[in-house]
């Protein structure tokens, strides 16, 4: 069984973190309307979503993504780059503890979920404004004992790794060449976003389908191209926070291996 954890939105969103957008009004009840249908999508998919109450005094809550790494044989909390976000990882490892024993990262090292790509025993974790060298030495300890190897990859532009590239076939992964280099990502395909849609990178690849969002209509036409099925979400309120798809879940396999 596959689980997904998500997080109502907080109704401090309108307090969210920015980096590289400008602050818009979010309409809260169309972006909770967002939310809701994304892990109605998840649930489609045959996956058990765990919905998390919302936390009032975290306005960024609902990208859960950042607080942890869930792999299959343990999960590491992560320490947010951002201060305003570091009280959003106690309840996720409450929700976490009856699934992986944990371990964590500690300050001064800093990682956001968000930068963490796992291709198969590899994982990549985008040297952001939000994660940092010690932040990536600490959970190169912890996975090497799994048998995970840590690739520290440089990224500009962006706001995580996973804006700039995410997996999005067994065997692919969608890429926005501008932000980040092909070249520390081994054994993959890259299929490269249209130049003209820069945020369109980040899909969630799940369950043999892969979630993506309405406003890259020329970056959509080019995965469908390949073949790759697409379950369409409108996701504009939740961009107005800086977020994308892969960030308002953690998915794993209910089982430990
Ligand atoms: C932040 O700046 O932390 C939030 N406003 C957006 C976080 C999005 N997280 C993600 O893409 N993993």
Redesign the pocket.
């Known amino acids: 069984m596959r689980i997904a954890i998500t997080r109502d939105v907080s109704p401090a969103i309108v307090n ?4 590289h957008i400008e602050r818009a009004p979010i309409d809260f009840q169309l972006v909770r309307r967002q939310h809701k249908a994304y892990e109605e999508c998840l649930k489609n998919l045959n996956i058990k979503v765990i919905r998390l109450p919302a936390e009032p005094d975290f306005p ?1 809550s609902m ?1 859960v ?2 607080t942890a790494i869930v792999l299959d044989e343990m999960a590491v909390i992560t320490h947010p780059g ?1 201060a305003s ?1 570091r009280g959003e990882t106690a309840s996720i490892a409450t929700a976490l503890s009856p699934f992986r024993k944990l371990f964590r990262i500690e300050s001064p090292g800093t990682i ?3 930068d963490v790509l796992r291709i198969g025993k590899a994982l990549y974790i985008g040297m952001s404004g939000r994660s940092n060298p010690e932040g990536s030495a600490q959970l190169q300890r912890v996975v090497s004992l799994f048998g995970y190897r840590v690739v520290n990859v440089e990224v500009t532009g962006c ?2 790794l ?2 700039a590239i995410t997996q999005v076939t067994d065997n692919a992964v969608l890429i926005n060449p501008a932000w980040v280099d092909q070249k520390y990502f081994e054994n993959v395909r890259f299929i490269e976003v249209d130049s003209s849609e820069p945020d369109s990178a ?1 899909g969630l690849w799940e369950s043999g389908a892969l979630l993506y969002p309405s406003s890259f209509p020329r970056t959509a036409e080019k995965l469908k191209h390949e073949g790759i099925s697409l379950r369409i979400l409108d996701v504009s309120e939740v961009a107005k ?4 798809l ?2 308002c879940s953690l998915i794993f396999n209910e089982s430990p291996v």
């Open positions: 969210c973190e920015l980096t960024d990208f993504e950042d951002a976000r956001d979920g968000g706001l995580h996973k804006s980040n926070a800086e977020g994308a892969t960030c």
